[in-house]
């Protein structure tokens, strides 16, 4: 039986898991690339048959990850598959204050693992399918509402979200030049009840001017739940014309 394989980083909670658990089934091959495994996905996975591999990383120093990566997948050979995915979902946001305030590894932690790894995920991603003709591949870039609203206090995770977007674009330019390119887009899930959500709405008022609307959005219901905004996701990434827009936003 051929496979679906597919990479998802940050699958270790949050909306990362949540498409994990969505994912998994009897013909998929799913690699999950978090700073921690889950057991649960584990037991999961061996109740319904899904191959799961789960690769302990910290996304911050992403160069060996990628090139581990691309050899993995060269191990495959496509005849194998049905189609080959990466999501890049993986982020963090630095702390909520402003730019002469932040510290200096706390910006770069946040640049390198929500822009420097999906470019270099991606690159290898591509690198090593680039010879499959015949299987439908695609790159899902996990974005944000923030990549294009600016925001004070964080600068540093609203520059990755927007740098992102715009890889992407450039991404899809590339991908179309070829025979059979990757399928790309940098899709904003909307918002979602997270522990990033919990981290702005419980942040100082003081240096983050946009607390209270974060606190606002959970007090009156307004978040999406994790596996909501999965499904959304999941959906979209299935659609027939995934990929027509490389930047977009799911309540679209």
């Given at each position: 039986?051929?496979?679906?394989l597919?990479?998802?980083?940050?699958?270790s909670?949050?909306?990362g898991?949540?498409m994990?658990?969505?994912?998994?089934?009897a013909?998929?091959v799913?690699?999950?690339?978090?700073?921690?495994?889950?057991d649960?996905?584990?037991?999961?996975?061996?109740?319904c048959?899904?191959?799961?591999?789960?690769w302990?990383?910290?996304?911050?120093?992403?160069?060996?990850?990628?090139?581990?990566?691309?050899?993995?997948?060269?191990?495959y050979?496509?005849?194998?598959?049905?189609?080959?995915?990466?999501?890049?979902?993986?982020?963090?946001?630095?702390?909520?204050?402003?730019?002469?305030?932040?510290?200096?590894?706390?910006?770069a932690?946040?640049?390198?693992?929500?822009?420097?790894?999906?470019?270099?995920l991606?690159?290898?991603?591509l690198?090593?399918?680039?010879?499959?003709?015949?299987?439908?591949?695609?790159?899902?870039?996990?974005?944000?509402?923030l990549?294009?609203?600016?925001m004070?206090?964080?600068?540093?995770?609203?520059?990755?979200?927007?740098?992102?977007?715009?890889?992407?674009?450039?991404?899809?330019?590339?991908?179309k030049?070829?025979?059979n390119?990757?399928?790309?887009?940098?899709?904003?899930?909307?918002?979602?009840?997270?522990?990033?959500?919990?981290?702005?709405?419980?942040?100082?008022?003081?240096?983050?001017?946009d607390?209270?609307?974060?606190?606002?959005l959970?007090?009156k219901?307004?978040?999406?739940?994790?596996?909501?905004?999965a499904?959304?996701l999941?959906?979209?990434?299935?659609?027939?014309d995934?990929?027509?827009?490389?930047?977009?936003d799911?309540?679209?």
């Amino acid at each position: 039986m051929k496979k679906q394989l597919t990479i998802l980083t940050g699958a270790s909670r949050g909306l990362g898991l949540a498409m994990a658990e969505q994912m998994l089934a009897a013909n998929t091959v799913l690699l999950c690339i978090s700073r921690t495994g889950n057991d649960a996905l584990t037991q999961q996975a061996s109740h319904c048959g899904a191959e799961l591999l789960q690769w302990q990383a910290d996304l911050s120093d992403a160069a060996p990850v990628a090139r581990r990566l691309q050899e993995w997948l060269a191990t495959y050979q496509p005849s194998e598959l049905t189609g080959a995915t990466l999501i890049n979902n993986a982020g963090v946001i630095s702390e909520l204050t402003a730019l002469r305030d932040a510290q200096a590894d706390d910006l770069a932690r946040a640049l390198r693992v929500g822009l420097e790894a999906p470019m270099l995920l991606s690159a290898a991603f591509l690198a090593a399918t680039k010879g499959w003709t015949h299987v439908p591949r695609k790159v899902l870039n996990i974005s944000s509402g923030l990549g294009r609203r600016a925001m004070a206090s964080s600068s540093a995770y609203c520059a990755a979200k927007a740098g992102m977007d715009h890889f992407t674009r450039c991404l899809a330019l590339e991908e179309k030049l070829l025979t059979n390119g990757a399928a790309v887009c940098s899709l904003a899930p909307g918002v979602i009840d997270t522990d990033m959500q919990v981290q702005l709405r419980s942040a100082n008022a003081t240096q983050f001017p946009d607390q209270a609307g974060f606190a606002a959005l959970h007090q009156k219901g307004q978040l999406s739940s994790p596996a909501d905004a999965a499904r959304r996701l999941l959906a979209y990434l299935n659609r027939p014309d995934f990929g027509s827009e490389p930047v977009a936003d799911v309540r679209n």
